[in-house]
C-alpha cells in the first residue's frame, strides 16, 4: 500500500478560513477510503484547533528544529479519524495566535513547519511514497527535500506533488532572508528566484515531480499572463507536469437531507422542504414571507476578483425591475459591504445584506436560495456553486476556471434538458444582468424549472471522482 503524506496549512475541521481548508479535510478521507493508500496529514497546531480534538491527541515526539540560527522546540501529536491519520506540529511561539495567517513572520513561521515535517520523517521513521504539499505555505516542504535532505538515507526516493490552489498568494520575500530566514545559500538562488524575490511557489514548481491545480480549466488559464500573477514563463517551462483536478465537496457535510444547520431537511423527491427554509430564512431575516418569490443569493469574499464590480454594476436593475427577493453574506472591501448596505436602505423589503461570515447560516441560505450568482474574475475551482447545486440552487456563473468546469450552460433540446446552471463567457455585468433575468423566466416555468432543480441536486460533487483522479495520478509517479 502506498503511504501518502499531505502537507497544508489549515485542515477542516481542525483549523481552516477557506477552499484549502475543506480540501485537506475531504480528499484525504476520499483516499483512505478507496483502501489503496496509507493516508497522514501534517499541519501546525494552532491555537484555533480546540481541547474537543487536543484530548483525542496522542503525542509522538518531542525534538528541535534547526532552521538557519535558530533551535526551536517541536512536539508532534497525532490523532486518527475516518481512515486518516493526522499529525500536528506543536510550537506555541510560531502557531499559538488569534489567526491562522496574516503576520509579519509568516515566512518564517511555514519555513520552521516545513523543516518540521522533514524530520518528523527521520523521528517517527515514518518515510511517505509521495509527499503533497498544498499552496505557498507548505512549498518549502518540496524545497527542503531536494536541496536539503534528498541524499540523506530513506529520503532519496520520495516522489513529490505540488497543488495550486490560489496562484494569487506565491510567498515573495527579499532575498536578504533566503540564509537567515529560509536556511538556504547562493546555491539555491536561482531555483527560489522570480522577478527578482524569493518565490515559494515558483521553488515548488520547479522542485516538485508533479504540478497539480484545482480545476482542468485553471490549469490551462494559469499558463498566460492574464492569470498566472507573473508566473506564466514558469509555468509553461514546466507543462509537461502540469494538470487540473477538479475538487469536490463533502457530501456528508453538505448533505440537505440531513443538515442540522438548516430549517427542514429536503431531498430530489421532497422539495417542499425547501421552501420550508426560504420561509425560514425570510423570518430570520425580517424579510416578507413569501413562498412564491425567487430569492437570489450572493455568497461571497466581498472582492473585485469575486465579479463583485459586477454585481454592483447590474443587480440595483434586477432588483428594482423585478420581483425578487436578494440575500448578500460575506465581509470584504468596504466599498462592496457598503454598497450592499446601501441597496438594502433602498430596497428593504426585497434586500438583506449581512456582513459577517457564518458557515451555518450560509448554508441555511443556500437551502433557501433558487438562483445563486456567482460571476468571478477567476475561480480557481469554486466550492460555492457545488454547494449550491447540492442545496437545490439554479448556478449562474462566468465560465472561468473550475466554474468553467463544473457548471454547463442550460438550454432545451426539445425536450432533452442540456447544462445544469446559467454561464455567461465575457467579464461584462450586461451578460451577468442577461442571465440572471434568463434564469428568473426560467423560474417562472414551475414545471421546466424543478426538472432543472432536480438535475442539478443529482449533479455528483462528491470527492469519488476527483479521489480516482488522484490515485491515477499518485500511481503514474509511484
Same mark, same amino acid.
Given at each position: ?45 494552532? @491555537? ?105 538515507? $530513506? ?27 529560509? $536556511? ?5 538562488? $536561482? ?47 514546466? @507543462? ?114 449581512? #456582513? ?14 433558487? #438562483?445563486? #450568482?456567482?460571476? $468571478? ?102
Amino acid at each position: 500500500m502506498k503511504k501518502l503524506l499531505f502537507v497544508g496549512a489549515e485542515v477542516m475541521p481542525f483549523a481552516a478560513t477557506g477552499g484549502l481548508g475543506d480540501v485537506l479535510g475531504s480528499l484525504p478521507q476520499a483516499l483512505a477510503a478507496s483502501g489503496e493508500v496509507d493516508v497522514r496529514v501534517v499541519l501546525p497546531l494552532y @491555537a484555533a484547533v480546540s481541547e474537543v480534538w487536543r484530548k483525542q491527541m496522542k503525542q509522538e515526539a518531542v525534538f528541535y528544529v534547526h532552521l538557519a540560527w535558530r533551535e526551536q522546540y517541536c512536539g508532534v501529536y497525532s490523532l486518527k479519524k475516518d481512515g486518516v491519520t493526522y499529525y500536528f506540529i506543536d510550537n506555541e511561539y510560531y502557531f499559538k495566535r488569534p489567526n491562522l495567517y496574516g503576520f509579519f513572520d509568516d515566512g518564517e513561521r511555514y519555513a520552521y513547519f516545513c523543516m518540521a515535517v522533514m524530520e518528523l520523517m527521520h523521528r517517527l521513521d515514518y518515510y511517505p511514497d509521495i509527499l503533497h504539499a498544498h499552496d505557498w505555505q507548505a512549498a518549502l516542504s518540496v524545497v527542503y527535500l531536494n536541496c536539503i535532505y534528498r541524499s540523506r538515507p $530513506s529520503y532519496g526516493n520520495i516522489k513529490t506533488a505540488f497543488t495550486i490552489h490560489n496562484i494569487e498568494y506565491q510567498g515573495c520575500y527579499d532575498f536578504a532572508i533566503l540564509g537567515d530566514v529560509f $536556511s538556504l545559500g547562493e546555491n539555491e538562488h $536561482s531555483l527560489m528566484e522570480n522577478d527578482g524575490c524569493i518565490n515559494l511557489m515558483k521553488a515548488a514548481v520547479e522542485c516538485a515531480d508533479r504540478v497539480t491545480t484545482v480545476s482542468p480549466r485553471y490549469a490551462e488559464e494559469i499558463k498566460t499572463a492574464e492569470y498566472a500573477h507573473g508566473l506564466d514563463s514558469c509555468l509553461n517551462r514546466n @507543462a509537461h507536469k502540469l494538470s487540473g483536478i477538479l475538487n469536490g465537496i463533502d457530501y456528508k457535510y453538505y448533505d440537505p437531507k440531513n443538515d442540522k444547520a438548516i430549517a427542514a431537511g429536503f431531498g430530489v423527491r421532497s422539495l417542499g422542504g425547501k421552501i420550508k427554509n426560504k420561509l425560514a430564512l425570510q423570518k430570520e431575516t425580517g424579510l416578507p414571507e413569501r413562498e412564491d418569490v425567487p430569492m437570489l443569493s450572493v455568497i461571497s469574499r466581498l472582492a473585485s476578483h469575486k465579479g463583485l464590480d459586477l454585481i454592483a454594476e447590474c443587480i440595483y436593475d434586477v432588483v428594482m425591475n423585478n420581483d425578487v427577493q436578494l440575500v448578500i453574506l460575506g465581509k470584504g472591501e468596504g466599498k462592496y459591504e457598503q454598497f450592499f448596505l446601501n441597496l438594502q436602505a433602498c430596497f428593504p423589503n426585497k434586500v438583506r445584506a449581512l #456582513i459577517t461570515y457564518d458557515r451555518d447560516l450560509s448554508k441555511r441560505i443556500y437551502a433557501a436560495t433558487d #438562483i445563486f #450568482i456567482m460571476p $468571478s474574475k477567476s475561480e480557481p475551482c469554486g466550492l460555492s456553486q457545488m454547494i449550491a447545486s447540492r442545496y437545490g440552487a439554479i448556478p449562474v456563473v462566468r465560465e472561468t476556471g473550475g466554474l468553467y468546469d463544473s457548471i454547463k450552460p442550460f438550454w432545451m433540446d426539445g425536450k432533452t434538458m442540456n447544462g445544469n446552471g446559467f454561464t455567461f463567457a465575457n467579464y461584462s455585468s450586461y451578460e451577468l444582468g442577461d442571465r440572471i433575468g434568463a434564469a428568473l423566466e426560467l423560474y417562472r416555468d414551475k414545471e421546466l424549472c424543478k426538472k432543472l432543480v432536480v438535475k442539478i441536486m443529482k449533479t455528483d460533487f462528491s470527492w469519488k471522482v476527483s479521489a480516482e483522479s488522484y490515485l491515477a495520478l499518485y500511481n503514474e509517479m509511484a
